[in-house]
């Protein structure tokens, strides 16, 4: 959905940004009649609630458009919402590819076993033993995925900062990198929204450590400096040129995630030198 986030993102003139609304929304409505067309494609249906949102979304943005400028404000808040809809689809579609493939190995595999089966039992066996190391691996990586996109189930009970922790160690047990807390503040409760985005720019940091730092430990550090909260992700591993950067979506979901909390989000890396993410979030942010 290219068109969306330009939509969103371009600061073109009303007229034109009304223009490619109302093609977007086409667009979505055609694929909503070839639904209801087509009643017995499955794989199409499968697809309307994610359509929905994103067309009631569009319908809300072209029309704000029209009204002033408080509208027009909301108008990019609902566009800036499909965006953010359509790139955590692609996110889990693009974390999932990998699981769908190994699930097409496996019925290939499957199949050639059931051939060699009566004169090839060993080899069948081998194969079999690897398959199932296969399987049980896609299996975990596949929990892990889910959870990471849950709600962490701890935050409402006991706080970020317990839930800071179990979360370091499950992700010290996935990635097999270390993350070391050092908290020198005990964080309050914060409302709880407060608490998740926090958590959500945490994760999503770590995460870019996994991808890309090539790294075996990483530390997260707590403090507070005038009225800050002071919140660092660091890492000693391969780090990054600014001009090098193919993929910023993970950047960009963390600096939406502070913007709401009216945070300052800051990172620096250099090729060879680490990279360390600091947020600095308001103390009486509510």
């Not at 969306?4 to 109302?22: F, M, R």
């Not at 407060?194 to 959500?200: G, K, S, Y």
Request: with cysteine.
């Amino acid at each position: 959905m290219n068109d969306l986030a330009a939509v969103s993102a371009a600061p073109t003139e009303a007229p034109d940004l009304i223009k490619q609304g109302e093609q977007i929304l086409a667009e979505a409505e055609a694929r909503l009649l070839a639904l209801f067309t087509q009643p017995d494609d499955q794989a199409e249906h499968s697809r309307l609630p994610s359509i929905l949102p994103s067309l009631k979304l569009l319908r809300a943005a072209r029309s704000a458009w029209c009204g002033d400028g408080h509208d027009r404000d909301k108008a990019q808040d609902h566009l800036r919402l499909v965006r953010r809809q359509e790139q955590i689809q692609e996110r889990i579609a693009a974390s999932l590819k990998s699981t769908g493939q190994l699930l097409a190995n496996a019925a290939v595999e499957l199949a050639a076993c059931r051939l060699l089966l009566r004169n090839e039992p060993l080899t069948v066996e081998k194969g079999l033993i690897s398959l199932e190391n296969e399987l049980r691996a896609s299996l975990e990586e596949l929990r892990w995925l889910l959870s990471d996109l849950q709600t962490p189930p701890l935050l409402q009970e006991l706080g970020l900062a317990a839930t800071l922790t179990r979360y370091a160690q499950r992700f010290s047990d996935h990635y097999g990198i270390r993350v070391s807390i050092n908290s020198a503040v005990s964080l309050p409760r914060l409302p709880v929204t407060v608490e998740l985005a926090i958590f959500r720019i945490i994760q999503e940091g770590l995460r870019n450590v996994a991808r890309h730092a090539r790294t075996g430990h990483a530390l997260l550090a707590l403090s507070s400096l005038d009225r800050y909260w002071i919140i660092q992700i660091s890492d000693n591993g391969r780090g990054f040129a600014p001009e090098d950067l193919v993929d910023a979506s993970g950047l960009i979901d963390m600096q939406e995630w502070a913007e709401l909390l009216q945070a300052r989000l800051q990172i620096t890396s250099a090729p060879g030198q680490g990279t360390t993410l600091t947020l600095r979030v308001p103390t009486d942010v509510s």
